[in-house]
């Protein structure tokens, strides 16, 4: 009994820690890794920061480097402006690679569609994902679009669109546990 309260409270710890040594490598967080250290970072920071506010007056911007790493998560994983400001909530590796802290403040979709904007009204956009595209592929590395399906059966009764305008008794519902 002692040694399982002994365990829970070493478990405890180590997540008032940020520590996690029970971690999974996925392939999800091998893949953003591997771009880590494949990414020339600094060389494209440089290249954004002329177009980059410095924030003199309001909110602070979120640095640079974070909003480019959130740009290359949105076009990796293919997500909406929403899309990305939920995965920082839902998805803790988004955050990690983007360099947020965890308990501070996220950046929303109205962020990132004003990074966006900027990168596409310079003509960043595009000269930054072939850069990292010509680097990529001359390390021997391909990045291809891909997507994950999400099969979801929804409780919905059978359709009466037909000429007698019934519900047809040979067409079968699907429950939960039935095939």
Not at 37 to 61: C, F, H, K
Not at 133 to 143: A, H, I, Y
Request: charged share 25%; glycine share 6%; proline share 6%.
């Amino acid at each position: 009994m002692l040694q399982v309260q002994a365990e829970k409270i070493q478990a405890m710890k180590q997540v008032a820690l940020g520590l996690n040594l029970n971690m999974k490598r996925t392939r999800k967080r091998e893949f953003l890794e591997q771009m880590e250290r494949v990414v020339p970072w600094a060389a494209l920071v440089a290249l954004i920061a002329p177009y980059y506010p410095e924030g003199r007056t309001g909110r602070p911007p979120f640095a640079l480097e974070t909003m480019l790493r959130t740009h290359f998560l949105q076009q990796w994983f293919n997500l909406s402006d929403p899309a990305m400001e939920e995965a920082f909530f839902d998805v803790p590796l988004y955050g990690e690679f983007a360099q947020l802290d965890a308990h501070g403040r996220l950046p929303d979709e109205s962020t990132i569609l004003r990074f966006r904007h900027r990168l596409e009204k310079h003509k960043l956009a595009d000269g930054i994902l072939a850069t990292v595209n010509d680097l990529l592929s001359s390390q021997g590395l391909l990045l291809q679009e891909g997507s994950a399906v999400d099969a979801t059966l929804i409780a919905a009764p059978s359709s009466t669109k037909n000429k007698e305008g019934k519900r047809d008794p040979e067409m079968h519902s699907s429950k939960k546990g039935n095939q």
